[in-house]
């Protein structure tokens, strides 16, 4: 009993150990068989994998893939994420783990250099980079063959970049593209539109591409890759363009160039310009153009915003403003935290393009990055070394073969740095003014980082790679989005123009310089005429005039001209000639005015500065101040801003014997009603000129602007900001009416060489040629021959008042001018001149010329032989033993202008005195200038909104007056 028992009592005892045992067998089944279905389950999904891979079940559809047999060519659309890329991603399984390639073959990927400046250059390498990263291919920079083309990144001893951290990220081949046997076959250099979809197309697509080209790839061939789905935005799909991202935070200057932005001076954190950072870039000068900086910007940012946000951050105002931004400072900040309450409160750093001189409105409020001292111990480096031997690049070798210093790269070498050092600026700053239509700013912004995109105007923009659309930054925090309506109205007067003039005093306030200039002068006849540079301006400057013995007066300047390290070098004044000695037209004249400038009562202040020893490097991108200053200092002018050049643009109308006429429209002020400037400017077109330069001193009524933007945009004007406020009060109406002898000037420097002749007249002043049609042919033709046969330089012609705007009609007569235009409501003119307003009578001999009868002129400004010249009202000069040798008195059946005003008629009560003769307009002329309105949609608005509106049924500036019978011609 007992053994049974204790037999019992044993075994009871050991089961909890049996249990453990027999349950730790099973658990170690079950999972011996989990573990065996997981490993087949991951085997399929990796198997699965492959073959889709090998299938073309991802990274897009049949249209994404490439067709070696037989490519498809698609119709340009929008790039939009595939449905299954899409689903790809939301897998989980990016195409970086889905795309394993096996090492076959070389597997190079380069791309060729395609032009545009280093910003271009610097996104393009770091575009095929990225390339190379997705598609594990080693990347091959290609050699810098043009100057266009240099970064410096392979010429290491000039000491511009720090590409270590580069070269240990990325595999990068530096080497292979200086190879002579270095070549990519036809068949895998890819299209512009294979490039562009490459990435998108996904592992399926770069599968077909590592079978075709195994060795290299190159990126999109001779056309480049710059950007893909959209503008300043890179390939691929949010991975892809976030590899894109991390580049910049490998590629780095050198320390050596690096430590001259200014983020590395004490005074940026010390004096507050770590606040903000502004990227300048000037548009409508400098052969830069306005609206392509406009349309840029609004591809820019249409391409990145959705349409709903538009009007909030692509208004109008924004997108000119950005083109010019020290003109609407304020505006083109759009975060309340970086506001200020005054304009005179903001410290940036500043990045130009040297196209606008700051210190003219942001005088001690900006700081700027110096590459002179780092250029001074690269120059001083190469005299200590072999010079050839520190060239790598195709380029710097043809630049530098058997030379001794760097002088034959030092500009490409003074651009390229300058233009890094304003990069690497805009990055360190708390928050960033770009420029939207600019690969600077763009890499500026990429530079900065993603983290850092909110702080700024634009670069939120760029980067929004898991979206079609850019995320805005709150509403809250953003200022000046409230879209166009409420904010164009305050639009600055010079953007709504397309040339801003520098308009510059000197210290003492007694001058003011218009703008510096390239004036092609061709003194000996020469194949290679030279281009002097020289200044247009108004007012005092140290000068002294003497006579020599033959009485002959001699002008010298009491100061030189220094531009960069040209020092001191002469400086020559041309004054406006006149009837009297320059010294009583210059300082005796108009002293009863409150100005130094030119005034009524012949004072002849307006001046051309030339400095003929100074010499125009066309090769800098940017060009140094031109500084005027006299020994003791007591003058002195700083000149910053871009140099004025002779542009072409509008119609190419001709006469006959292909001569092309310039419209140079004197200072325009007053007009309300656009009817007026409507008729006038299709008018002139209709009868021969090309293009019309308007010296705008306040057109700013909304419906004016409306047209000159029409006329803009068909390049037949172009608009000069002549106000009061962008002159500093220089073309008040104290200066001879509005600075017109000035803006005479400005015009025919700007046209030297790019156009025949300028035609000079007033905004009440239509220019009438021969008949039947009234065109200037003929008058161009006869100047010409005058020219040809006898040296003259220009053709002074007749002004005949147009006596019937004062007539005031009665019903009947309104009724007759309902479907009629302006110009065809005056039909009459003064049948013979008024003296002395339209002529000068000593007994019984009478005189029309030059200002005697008011004459106007043109003159040639296409030959440059002809030295230039301050341009006077009525002739070249008012020197008329000179103009009797150099100008040709035109008839009156050749050319005169029909001048609507006569208040000389109207102060003296001789309105009901005068005969009249009718001299309509030609109807031809006339059937052109109203199909041309009526023709074009906003002209035909703008045009019959006015009429129907406007309180005068005529001409807005006279005030028509009851006068007898005779002068009612229609009812007669």
Same mark, same amino acid.
């Given at each position: 009993?007992?053994?049974?028992?204790?037999?019992?009592?044993?075994?009871?005892?050991?089961?909890?150990?049996?249990?453990?045992?027999?349950?730790?067998?099973?658990?170690?089944?079950?999972?011996?068989?989990?573990?065996?279905?997981?490993?087949?389950?991951? @085997?399929?999904?990796?198997?699965?994998?492959?073959?889709?891979?090998?299938?073309?079940?991802?990274? $897009?559809?049949?249209?994404?893939? =490439?067709?070696?047999?037989?490519?498809?060519?698609?119709?340009?659309?929008?790039?939009?994420?595939?449905?299954?890329?899409?689903? %790809?991603?939301?897998?989980?399984?990016?195409? !970086?783990?889905?795309?394993?390639?096996?090492?076959?073959?070389?597997?190079?990927?380069?791309?060729?250099?395609?032009?545009?400046?280093?910003?271009?250059?610097?996104? %393009?390498?770091?575009?095929?980079?990225?390339?190379?990263?997705?598609?594990?291919?080693?990347?091959?920079?290609?050699?810098?063959?043009? +100057?266009?083309?240099?970064?410096?990144?392979? /010429?290491?001893?000039?000491?511009?970049?720090?590409?270590?951290?580069?070269?240990?990220?990325?595999?990068?081949?530096?080497?292979?593209?200086?190879?002579?046997?270095?070549?990519?076959?036809?068949?895998?250099?890819?299209?512009?539109?294979?490039?562009?979809?490459?990435?998108?197309?996904?592992?399926?697509?770069?599968?077909?591409?590592?079978?075709?080209?195994?060795?290299?790839?190159?990126?999109?061939?001779?056309?480049?890759? =710059?950007?893909?789905?959209?503008?300043?935005?890179?390939?691929?799909?949010?991975?892809?363009?976030?590899?894109?991202?991390?580049?910049?935070?490998? =590629?780095?200057? @050198?320390? @050596?160039?690096?430590?001259?932005?200014?983020?590395?001076?004490?005074?940026?954190?010390?004096?507050?310009?770590?606040?903000?950072?502004?990227?300048?870039?000037?548009?409508?000068?400098?052969?830069?153009?306005?609206?392509?900086?406009?349309?840029?910007?609004?591809?820019?940012?249409? $391409?990145?915003?959705?349409?709903?946000?538009?009007?909030?951050?692509?208004?109008?105002?924004?997108?000119?403003?950005?083109?010019?931004?020290?003109?609407?400072?304020?505006?083109?900040?759009?975060?309340?935290?970086?506001?200020?309450?005054?304009?005179?409160?903001?410290?940036?750093?500043?990045?130009? /393009?040297?196209?606008?001189?700051?210190?003219?409105?942001?005088?001690?409020?900006?700081?700027?990055?110096?590459?002179?001292?780092?250029?001074?111990?690269?120059?001083?480096?190469?005299?200590?070394?072999?010079?050839?031997?520190?060239?790598?690049?195709?380029?710097?070798?043809?630049? =530098?073969?058997?030379?001794?210093?760097?002088?034959?790269?030092?500009?490409?070498?003074?651009?390229?740095?300058?233009?890094?050092?304003?990069?690497?600026?805009?990055?360190?700053?708390?928050?960033?003014?770009?420029?939207?239509?600019?690969?600077?700013?763009?890499?500026?912004?990429?530079?900065?980082?993603?983290?850092?995109?909110?702080?700024?105007?634009?670069?939120?923009?760029?980067?929004?790679?898991?979206?079609?659309?850019?995320?805005?930054?709150?509403?809250?925090?953003?200022?000046?989005?409230?879209?166009?309506?409420?904010?164009?109205?305050?639009?600055?007067?010079?953007?709504?123009?397309?040339?801003?003039?520098?308009?510059?005093?000197?210290?003492?306030?007694?001058?003011?310089?218009? /703008?510096?200039?390239?004036?092609?002068?061709?003194?000996?006849?020469?194949?290679?005429?030279?281009?002097?540079?020289?200044?247009?301006?108004?007012?005092?400057?140290?000068?002294?005039? *003497?006579?020599?013995?033959?009485?002959?007066?001699?002008? +010298?300047?009491?100061?030189?001209?220094?531009?960069? !390290?040209?020092?001191?070098?002469?400086?020559?004044?041309?004054?406006?000639?006149?009837?009297?000695?320059?010294?009583?037209?210059?300082?005796?004249?108009?002293?009863?005015?409150?100005?130094?400038?030119?005034?009524?009562?012949?004072?002849?202040?307006?001046?051309?500065?030339?400095?003929?020893?100074?010499?125009?490097?066309?090769?800098?991108?940017?060009?140094?101040?031109?500084?005027?200053?006299?020994?003791?200092?007591?003058?002195?002018?700083?000149?910053?801003? *871009?140099?004025?050049?002779?542009?072409?643009?509008?119609?190419?109308?001709?006469?006959?014997?292909?001569?092309?006429?310039?419209?140079?429209?004197?200072?325009?002020?007053?007009?309300?009603?656009?009817?007026?400037?409507?008729?006038?400017?299709?008018?002139?077109?209709?009868?021969?000129?090309?293009?019309?330069?308007?010296?705008?001193?306040?057109?700013?009524?909304?419906?004016?602007?409306?047209?000159?933007?029409?006329?803009?945009?068909?390049?037949?004007?172009?608009?000069?900001?002549?106000?009061?406020?962008?002159?500093?009060?220089?073309?008040?109406?104290?200066?001879?009416?509005?600075?017109?002898?000035?803006? %005479?000037?400005?015009?025919?420097?700007?046209?030297?060489?790019?156009?025949?002749?300028?035609?000079?007249?007033?905004?009440?002043?239509?220019?009438?040629?021969?008949?039947?049609?009234?065109?200037?042919?003929?008058?161009?033709?006869?100047? +010409?021959?005058?020219?040809?046969?006898?040296?003259?330089?220009?053709?002074?012609?007749?002004?005949?008042?147009?006596?019937?705007?004062? *007539?005031?009609?009665?019903?009947?007569?309104?009724?007759?001018?309902?479907?009629?235009?302006?110009?065809?409501?005056?039909?009459?003119?003064?049948?013979?001149?008024?003296?002395?307003?339209?002529?000068?009578?000593?007994?019984?001999?009478?005189?029309?010329?030059?200002?005697?009868?008011?004459?106007?002129?043109?003159?040639?400004?296409?030959?440059?032989?002809?030295?230039?010249?301050?341009?006077?009202?009525?002739?070249?000069?008012?020197?008329?033993?000179?103009?009797?040798?150099?100008?040709?008195?035109?008839?009156? +059946?050749?050319?005169?202008?029909?001048?609507?005003?006569?208040?000389?008629?109207? !102060?003296? !009560?001789?309105?009901?005195?005068?005969?009249?003769?009718?001299?309509?307009?030609?109807?031809?002329?006339?059937?052109?200038?109203?199909?041309?309105?009526?023709?074009?949609?906003?002209?035909?608005?703008?045009?019959?909104?006015?009429?129907?509106?406007?309180? @005068?049924?005529?001409?807005?500036?006279?005030?028509?007056?009851?006068?007898?019978?005779?002068?009612?011609?229609?009812?007669?």
């Amino acid at each position: 009993m007992t053994s049974i028992s204790n037999s019992w009592s044993s075994k009871a005892k050991n089961k909890p150990k049996n249990v453990f045992f027999r349950n730790s067998l099973l658990f170690l089944v079950w999972a011996s068989i989990i573990l065996s279905m997981s490993t087949l389950i991951l @085997s399929w999904i990796a198997i699965e994998n492959d073959v889709a891979v090998k299938e073309g079940l991802h990274g $897009g559809n049949k249209d994404t893939a =490439l067709d070696l047999r037989s490519p498809k060519k698609t119709r340009g659309k929008r790039n939009r994420p595939e449905k299954d890329e899409k689903a %790809q991603h939301d897998s989980g399984i990016s195409n !970086n783990q889905i795309y394993q390639p096996t090492q076959k073959g070389k597997r190079l990927l380069t791309y060729k250099r395609f032009g545009g400046r280093l910003n271009n250059q610097l996104f %393009q390498f770091i575009t095929a980079l990225q390339h190379a990263k997705v598609l594990k291919r080693t990347f091959v920079v290609p050699d810098e063959v043009r +100057e266009v083309e240099w970064t410096g990144m392979f /010429d290491t001893s000039f000491g511009i970049w720090d590409l270590s951290s580069l070269n240990k990220a990325y595999d990068i081949d530096w080497t292979t593209a200086f190879s002579p046997n270095f070549e990519v076959p036809e068949e895998c250099v890819l299209s512009p539109r294979d490039g562009a979809k490459l990435l998108k197309g996904g592992p399926k697509l770069w599968v077909e591409w590592d079978k075709k080209c195994p060795d290299i790839i190159d990126l999109a061939g001779n056309t480049g890759l =710059l950007f893909c789905d959209g503008q300043h935005q890179f390939c691929g799909d949010a991975e892809a363009q976030e590899m894109a991202y991390d580049i910049y935070k490998h =590629l780095k200057l @050198s320390p @050596s160039l690096l430590q001259y932005i200014p983020s590395k001076s004490k005074e940026f954190k010390d004096q507050g310009f770590d606040e903000l950072a502004v990227h300048s870039r000037r548009a409508g000068e400098g052969g830069y153009s306005w609206e392509l900086c406009i349309k840029g910007n609004k591809r820019t940012c249409s $391409g990145h915003v959705d349409t709903a946000d538009l009007g909030k951050y692509c208004d109008e105002r924004t997108m000119k403003g950005n083109c010019a931004v020290w003109l609407d400072f304020d505006y083109q900040i759009k975060s309340k935290k970086f506001l200020k309450k005054k304009r005179d409160q903001y410290k940036f750093v500043l990045a130009s /393009d040297g196209t606008h001189d700051w210190s003219i409105d942001f005088d001690g409020q900006f700081i700027v990055a110096n590459n002179t001292e780092w250029l001074l111990k690269i120059e001083k480096k190469a005299k200590e070394r072999d010079v050839e031997g520190m060239a790598i690049s195709t380029y710097a070798k043809s630049k =530098l073969r058997g030379q001794k210093d760097l002088s034959k790269i030092k500009s490409t070498l003074d651009a390229l740095s300058a233009t890094l050092l304003d990069l690497f600026s805009l990055v360190d700053s708390k928050y960033l003014l770009g420029a939207y239509y600019s690969t600077l700013s763009l890499n500026a912004c990429y530079f900065r980082g993603p983290d850092r995109m909110y702080d700024s105007n634009m670069c939120w923009m760029l980067m929004h790679p898991k979206s079609k659309y850019a995320i805005s930054p709150p509403l809250k925090n953003s200022a000046h989005i409230d879209g166009d309506s409420k904010n164009m109205n305050d639009l600055p007067a010079a953007l709504m123009s397309d040339v801003e003039h520098a308009f510059v005093r000197s210290n003492d306030g007694k001058f003011i310089a218009i /703008d510096r200039y390239i004036i092609p002068y061709d003194i000996l006849r020469s194949r290679k005429p030279r281009d002097l540079i020289g200044v247009v301006g108004d007012g005092e400057v140290p000068l002294t005039i *003497t006579t020599n013995e033959l009485g002959d007066e001699m002008i +010298e300047a009491g100061f030189t001209c220094s531009m960069g !390290n040209q020092l001191d070098t002469r400086a020559t004044v041309l004054l406006m000639k006149g009837d009297k000695t320059y010294e009583e037209h210059y300082f005796k004249r108009g002293e009863k005015y409150k100005t130094p400038f030119s005034t009524n009562g012949d004072r002849f202040r307006t001046l051309i500065i030339v400095c003929e020893e100074l010499f125009f490097d066309k090769s800098l991108s940017r060009h140094p101040p031109l500084i005027l200053k006299s020994p003791d200092s007591k003058f002195s002018l700083r000149i910053g801003s *871009t140099f004025a050049r002779q542009m072409k643009e509008g119609d190419n109308v001709k006469n006959p014997h292909g001569k092309q006429l310039v419209h140079c429209l004197n200072p325009v002020y007053g007009l309300t009603d656009p009817r007026w400037i409507i008729e006038y400017l299709e008018y002139h077109r209709a009868i021969g000129v090309s293009h019309v330069h308007i010296y705008n001193v306040n057109l700013h009524a909304p419906s004016v602007q409306q047209v000159l933007e029409v006329y803009r945009r068909q390049k037949f004007i172009t608009r000069h900001d002549w106000s009061d406020n962008a002159s500093k009060g220089y073309t008040t109406h104290v200066t001879y009416e509005h600075a017109k002898w000035a803006a %005479q000037t400005d015009c025919a420097i700007r046209n030297r060489r790019i156009y025949d002749y300028a035609l000079f007249s007033d905004i009440d002043e239509v220019a009438f040629g021969a008949l039947p049609d009234g065109k200037l042919g003929p008058a161009l033709d006869v100047c +010409e021959k005058a020219k040809k046969n006898g040296g003259k330089v220009a053709c002074s012609f007749n002004s005949n008042t147009v006596t019937s705007i004062y *007539t005031k009609l009665n019903d009947e007569e309104e009724a007759s001018m309902e479907n009629k235009l302006l110009l065809e409501r005056y039909t009459h003119v003064e049948a013979d001149p008024h003296c002395p307003a339209n002529c000068k009578c000593d007994g019984g001999n009478c005189t029309r010329k030059f200002h005697n009868g008011r004459q106007k002129y043109i003159a040639n400004v296409g030959d440059i032989y002809i030295p230039p010249r301050p341009m006077w009202t009525h002739a070249l000069s008012r020197d008329y033993d000179e103009m009797e040798k150099v100008m040709e008195v035109l008839p009156d +059946e050749v050319m005169h202008v029909r001048h609507y005003q006569g208040h000389w008629y109207l !102060n003296k !009560n001789l309105l009901d005195t005068i005969d009249e003769l009718e001299r309509p307009l030609s109807p031809t002329i006339m059937n052109v200038v109203r199909k041309n309105i009526q023709t074009t949609p906003d002209l035909n608005t703008i045009y019959t909104t006015a009429k129907r509106s406007s309180v @005068s049924k005529g001409i807005e500036w006279i005030n028509p007056v009851d006068r007898p019978p005779k002068y009612h011609h229609d009812l007669l």
